[in-house]
């Protein structure tokens, strides 16, 4: 029937489904008594009635909630909550009688519109669409016509996640209280998805980087002097923080294993050579946000795939000689995430997407007498992780746009001939990544922050190349390297290849 009274300060009554409220009071003193036998008890004299109470509205379909004859009033907070797919019209409260909705105590305190909150699921609803909050009867005055309702404005979501702002257009003279959507936008904090869907396109650098590095030398070693084909793999690790606008650190490693052949083309020396690659990697995400706090994540990636890479050495001369490389790669790369610190509807994804890219190179290997080589290069890496459209949880759809990251790498690499079986070497390089982007959207709206990698990273590393006796045809190498920039770290990896 009507609501008149709460018992205590900070009760709660939600009203859900289509559910009707009708009764009529047959004696209000000292108590009210509904017609069907039910008693509101009176108060002990001091006991606020108002402060703290909040009612709940929740699913009402359509066309709303009936209210009869009585009014509803005494609640300090209204909340309400629209099903999924709402349109422009749709009703929460309906009095269908002379009832009306008292938003204050009556006295001095307005009453708050505190949520008008939407189920997820359906069409985004447009800015302009129009919820009718109440329907009928309202009363925001303290009854000597001044008007204590003041709010304009309350907050929303859909789906508990999506905020939207709305305008409050109320009326005080018994007309109808209207939200209209002024704005759609994204929480902050799911920027931790992008930065999650980001992992996997950094596992497939990772790659790029062990095919057109340790990959390509290995393969290089393990065809000289032969005619056959030969076998080489390449594994790298690496623990590196890399810094997106916050950062994700991320434990992985890769392996590369191929085959090689050399071709002897008029004094230069050419090498192909095919290889499957694959790797597996765990990441954490780090973000923290003005009055939300800290907003971690977690995940696993990996990606497996295939490729072929070659390199074009011209004659030597005293000096050295140049050369001229590429590599080509495509596959599948996957990750899934999870957060603890976001709402469950919207905190895990499990998706997979391809993957492809590219390397050139171009460099000169300086002869330097019989005590050692100096390696200076030049590589442009491109590699492109494609988007992907999913769900959270809840429904809610979620799009990742595609990741293209675009690097240069410079880089020099002195190499000591010890003996015919030892080769230690030092090298540094400079690389700077141009794009390196992560954009995505819930419900068609934009993540308002892209985490990105781009920026410049310097690298250092030290390695020996091992080779062994000629009865034993294996090329061993071990390196480490640390990162300092966009990427903060260490590395390390380790080739093996067969001479045939």
């Given at each position: 029937g009507a609501i008149t009274k709460i018992s205590a300060t900070g009760s709660s009554i939600t009203l859900s489904g289509n559910t009707a409220l009708y009764g009529t009071y047959s004696s209000c003193s000292p108590s009210c008594r509904l017609a069907g036998g039910y008693t509101d008890v009176p108060l002990a004299s001091g006991v606020d009635v108002f402060k703290g109470n909040t009612l709940n509205v929740t699913m009402p379909g359509t066309s709303g909630i009936a209210v009869g004859v009585r009014s509803v009033e005494n609640f300090q907070y209204y909340n309400f909550k629209f099903p999924a797919g709402v349109t422009t019209g749709a009703v929460a409260l309906k009095f269908t009688g002379a009832g009306a909705v008292v938003l204050s105590d009556g006295k001095t305190i307005p009453s708050v519109i505190q949520s008008v909150d939407i189920e997820v699921g359906g069409a985004f609803p447009g800015v302009g669409t129009r919820l009718v909050l109440v329907d009928g009867n309202i009363q925001t005055s303290d009854g000597s016509g001044t008007e204590i309702f003041t709010q304009e404005t309350a907050s929303g979501n859909m789906g508990m996640y999506v905020a939207i702002e709305y305008d409050l257009d109320y009326q005080s003279d018994g007309g109808s209280l209207v939200a209209v959507i002024r704005s759609a936008t994204v929480a902050e904090n799911s920027k931790s998805l992008s930065e999650?869907?980001?992992?996997?396109?950094?596992?497939?650098?990772?790659?790029?980087?062990?095919?057109?590095?340790?990959?390509?030398?290995?393969?290089v070693m393990a065809?000289?002097?032969?005619?056959?084909?030969?076998?080489?793999?390449?594994?790298?690790?690496?623990?590196?923080?890399?810094?997106?606008?916050?950062?994700?650190?991320?434990?992985?490693?890769?392996?590369?294993?191929?085959?090689?052949?050399?071709?002897?083309?008029?004094?230069?020396?050419?090498?192909?050579?095919?290889?499957?690659?694959?790797?597996?990697?765990?990441?954490?995400?780090?973000?923290?946000?003005?009055?939300?706090?800290?907003?971690?994540?977690?995940?696993?990636?990996?990606?497996?795939?295939?490729?072929?890479?070659?390199?074009?050495?011209?004659?030597?001369?005293?000096?050295?000689?140049?050369?001229?490389?590429?590599?080509?790669?495509?596959?599948?790369a996957k990750n899934d995430f999870s957060s603890e610190d976001m709402p469950a509807n919207i905190n895990s994804y499990d998706i997979g997407s391809n993957y492809y890219g590219f390397h050139v190179g171009v460099g000169y290997d300086f002869r330097l007498g019989e005590w050692g080589r100096l390696d200076l290069g030049a590589r442009y890496f491109q590699n492109h992780r494609d988007g992907i459209d999913t769900f959270a949880p809840s429904g809610a759809p979620v799009s990742f746009h595609a990741v293209d990251?675009?690097?240069?790498?410079?880089?020099?690499?002195?190499?000591?001939?010890?003996?015919?079986?030892?080769?230690?070497?030092?090298?540094?390089?400079?690389?700077?990544?141009?794009?390196?982007?992560?954009?995505?959207?819930?419900?068609?709206?934009?993540?308002?922050?892209?985490?990105?990698?781009?920026?410049?990273?310097?690298?250092?590393?030290?390695?020996?190349?091992?080779?062994?006796?000629?009865?034993?045809?294996?090329?061993?190498?071990?390196?480490?390297q640390g990162y300092t920039g966009k990427r903060r770290g260490f590395g390390g990896g380790v080739t093996l290849s067969v001479e045939f």
């Open positions: 999650a869907f980001l992992s996997a396109a950094i596992l497939v650098n990772q790659g790029a980087d062990l095919a057109a590095q340790k990959g390509m030398n290995n393969a065809a000289y002097e032969s005619v056959g084909w030969n076998i080489f793999s390449a594994i790298a690790f690496s623990h590196l923080r890399h810094e997106t606008g916050s950062h994700v650190d991320a434990s992985s490693y890769s392996l590369q294993v191929g085959v090689s052949k050399g071709f002897d083309i008029a004094g230069s020396r050419l090498t192909v050579g095919v290889f499957v690659e694959g790797g597996r990697g765990s990441y954490d995400t780090y973000n923290h946000y003005p009055g939300v706090g800290d907003i971690r994540g977690k995940g696993k990636g990996e990606y497996l795939g295939a490729g072929i890479l070659a390199r074009l050495e011209l004659a030597r001369s005293d000096i050295g000689n140049p050369y001229f490389e590429a590599s080509v790669r495509m596959g599948r990251s675009k690097r240069l790498r410079l880089g020099a690499r002195l190499f000591f001939l010890a003996n015919d079986m030892f080769s230690p070497y030092i090298g540094a390089a400079w690389e700077k990544e141009f794009d390196g982007e992560s954009s995505g959207s819930v419900f068609n709206q934009a993540i308002p922050e892209v985490p990105s990698l781009k920026g410049n990273t310097g690298i250092g590393e030290l390695g020996v190349s091992v080779r062994f006796s000629s009865s034993v045809p294996i090329i061993l190498d071990l390196g480490v």
